[in-house]
C-alpha cells in the first residue's frame, strides 16, 4: 500500500518489502558507498536515468540492486565500470525535493551477483544469481564471533559518533553474518574494504577479515586518542597557567606592587609565541626565558639574556616575500636603470629564467652567486638593486671591504661583553625577511685573519656556500638559521684577491668601463635628471648640452665608471643653484644653458689632455696600453742611453713580472741589433748604460702585457725612429720575437680612446676578443693584430 503527503515541497512515499528474488533487476550505480545485506541505506537520487529508475521501480515490484562503482569519479559509470557483486533492495521511502531529486531509504536484503546484462538504456538492468552465505559451526567462529564483538564494544566506547545502543546491540546479536553486515555498516570504512567483506561468502573467512580491520581501526582510533589527549593537556596546561599570571598580576595591583621583571618576560613571550620559530629555537629561547624570570634585574645576565631573546624575536623566522619572475618586467626594469650592458643583462635575466624554471616544478632554486667584476663606477651596486627590485624582494648592502675578523661575520659568543650577531644576521633583520637579496660589497677587499688564518674566508665560504649556508649558525644566536633563501650576489674590481674556494662557488660577470658615447647617454639619462633633482633646482631652470657633457667627460675626468663624470655635473649643478640663489627675489628664474665655454667658466681649467703627442716627440718613447683593477690606462715607456758598461737599469716601481719583460725585450733587441739599428757597432752595448722608465712612479705596475712597448721603446731609441702618437700597443714578447695574448683588451681600447689613441696594436691571438669591443668604438680605433716584434715595429714606428 503507497501513502501519499499533502502536496507541498516535499512528498513522502511509504511502501512495503516484498519477498523473493526476481532473475533480471535494475541496478542502481552507487559512488563511495557499498551496501551490505541486512542494512537501511539512505541514498541521494540526483543524476536523470536514476530518478527514471527509481519511478518505474515503485511503479513495479519497488526492488532494484545497488553496486558500489569501481571508479567513484565516474558520473555515469557502464556494466564494465561496476563490481560484480551486490545487493538486492526493497525502496522503503522516499522523498521528492522541489529541485527535482530524490531522496529514498533502501532496505538491503540479499546478496547477489551479476551474471549478465539485460539492457543499458535508459538505465541498467542486470541478470542476477543469489550468493548465500556459507556458514559451518565451529569452537573457531563462536571464538571470532566473540572477539569481534569484544573489539568492537572497545571501539563503541572511544568514538564519539557510535552510539551506546549499537554496543548493546551487537552484543545481544549471536548470528555471525547478521553481526559482520551490522559492524561494516556502522564504521567509516574505506570503501575496498566494505567491498571485499561483502563479496565474501564463507562467514568464518569473513569474520577474520573484519578482526583484521577492526584491530587496524582500534590501532588508529588509539593513536589519535592519544594524539587528543597530548594537545588537551597542553593546552589545558596554557590556560592554567595564564589564569595563574592573570591571578598573580591582579594581586600584585591589589597590594600596590608591581613586578618590572615578569612584566618584562611577558612581554618577551608574548612577542616569542608570535613568531614562527623553528622546534630546536623554540626550545632554546623557552629555556633562556626560563633562566630571565627567576634572574633579579639587578644581575649581570639579566640584560644579556633580555637582549638575546630580543634578538630572536626580532628575526623574520618563516616571513618571506613572493618573488616576481616576470622576466619582461625583470627586462624593463634594468633597461629602465642601466643603459646599453645588453650582455649583462642578458645573463641576469637567464639566472632570473633558471629559478622561474626551478620553482615551478616545485624545487628550491640553487643557482650560482652572481659575482659583477669591473671597475668603480660602473653601476654594479646598482645592478643588484635592480635585481632585487625586479624579483620584489628586499635589498640590504653589506660591505666585506677590510673585514679582518670572522667575528664580524658570525658574531662574537655571548661571553664577551657587549656580544651582537654578524652582519649577516643584522642584515636579516633590518631585511624583515628570510630571503631578502644580499650584495656583498667588495668581497676582494676581504682581508686575511688577524691571527694569519682563513677565518673570514671559511665564515664567508659558510655563508655562501648553497650545500651549507641552510644550517647557517651565528655565534651569538647558537642556533642554526636557514639562508638557503637568500639570493647572494657579489661584487669585486678584480679577481686576483678572492679566494679559490669563494671564487669557485660565484659565477663572474665582467663589466667592463664605458665609451665616451655610453657616457654621454648615460649622463643625459640619468646623471643629469638626478642632480638637477638632488641640488634643488628644476628642468625648466638649467640644460646642459651633448658638447658641454663630451668636455666633462674628456676634459675633467678619465675613468672607467661615470662616479668622477657624476661629482662634476653635481658641481655645475651647484654653482649654478647658487647663482639663482643669489639672484633677484621677484619670483622669476632665468634658465641657465650650459655649453662648452661655459663649462671651463663653472669647473675651472682642464685637468686631462691629450700627452701622446707631446710625450713621443723624441725617439726611445712608446705609447702602451695597462689593465688596473680602476679600468684601463696608457703607459708611456722611456728609454735612454749613456757611456757606460752595458748595464740595463729599471725604474718605475714596477713588479718582477715586468721587470723580466723589459729584460727580455732587451735580449731581444741584443740579438737583433744588426737589422733593427744597423749603424750601431759590435761594441755599443758594451759602452753604454741602458735606463728604461715608466712614469707616475709612486704607482705600483707589474704584468707582461708590456713587453712589445719596451721592446719598440729600444728599438725607437737605437734606431733614432720616433713611435707615432696615434699608436698604442700592448702585448707579451718572447725571446724569438713572438707577440702572446693578453687579457682586458676591451679596457686598454676604451683607455686608449680616452687618451685620442686612433691606433691600437694588439696580438694576434686577441683578434676574437674583439667582440667584446662596442661596434661604433672599433669604427674609431684601427685594431691592428701582428703576430711577431717585426709587424709591430713595422707599424708603429716612423719611416727614416
Known sequence: MIEIADAGREQEVAVGVPRGVPGALPVLPLRESVPLPDTLTPLAIGQERSIHLVNDVLAGNRMLVMVSSRDPELETPGPGDLHEVGVVGSVARMLKIPDGTLRILVQGAQRVRITGWEQTEPYLVARIEELPDVLHESPELTALTRNVQETFSRIVEQVPYLPEELQLAVANLDEPSALTHLIAGSLRLKPEDKQALLEEVDVAARLRRLVEVLARELEVISIGSRIQSQVQSEIDRGQREFVLRQQLKAIQEELGEFDESAEEADNLRQQLADVQLPEEVRRQADRELRRLEHLPPAAAEHGVIRTYLEWIASLPWGRHTEDDLDLQHAREILDEDHYDIEQVKDRILEFLAVRQLMGARGRAPRGSILCFVGPPGVGKTSLGRSIARALGREFERISAGGVRDEAEIRGHRRTYIGAMPGTIIRALRDAGSVNPLFMIDEIDKMGSDLRGGGGVESAMLEVLDPEQNATFRDHYLDVPFDLSQVMFVTTANTLDTIPGPLRDRMEIIQLAGYTEDEKLQIARRYLVPRQVERNGLRKSWISISDAALRTVIAQYTREAGV????????????????????????????????????????????????????????????????????????????????????????????????????????????????????????????????????????????????????????VSLLSARPVRDDVAMTGEITLTGQVLPIGGLKEKALAAQRSDIGCVVAPELNERDIEDIPEHLRRLIDFRFVRDIDEVLEIALERP
Open 563 to 714: 662616479r668622477g663624470l657624476e661629482r662634476e655635473i653635481g658641481s655645475m649643478c651647484r654653482k649654478v643653484a647658487r647663482q639663482i640663489a643669489e639672484g633677484p627675489s621677484n619670483g622669476r628664474v632665468r634658465r641657465t644653458s650650459v655649453g662648452e665655454a661655459r663649462v671651463h667658466e663653472l669647473l675651472g681649467r682642464p685637468r686631462f689632455f691629450p700627452e701622446a703627442k707631446r710625450r713621443t716627440r723624441q725617439p726611445g718613447v712608446a705609447t702602451g696600453l695597462a689593465w688596473t683593477p680602476v679600468g684601463g690606462d696608457v703607459l708611456f715607456i722611456e728609454a735612454t742611453a749613456f757611456s757606460g758598461k752595458g748595464r740595463l737599469t729599471i725604474t718605475g716601481q714596477l713588479g718582477e713580472v715586468m721587470k723580466e719583460s723589459a729584460q727580455a725585450a732587451l735580449s731581444y733587441v741584443r740579438a737583433h741589433v744588426h737589422e733593427l739599428a744597423p749603424g750601431l757597432g759590435d761594441d755599443w752595448f758594451a759602452e753604454h748604460d741602458l735606463h728604461v722608465h715608466v712614469p707616475a712612479g709612486a704607482i705600483p705596475k707589474d704584468g707582461p702585457s708590456a713587453g712589445v712597448t719596451m721592446a719598440t721603446a729600444l
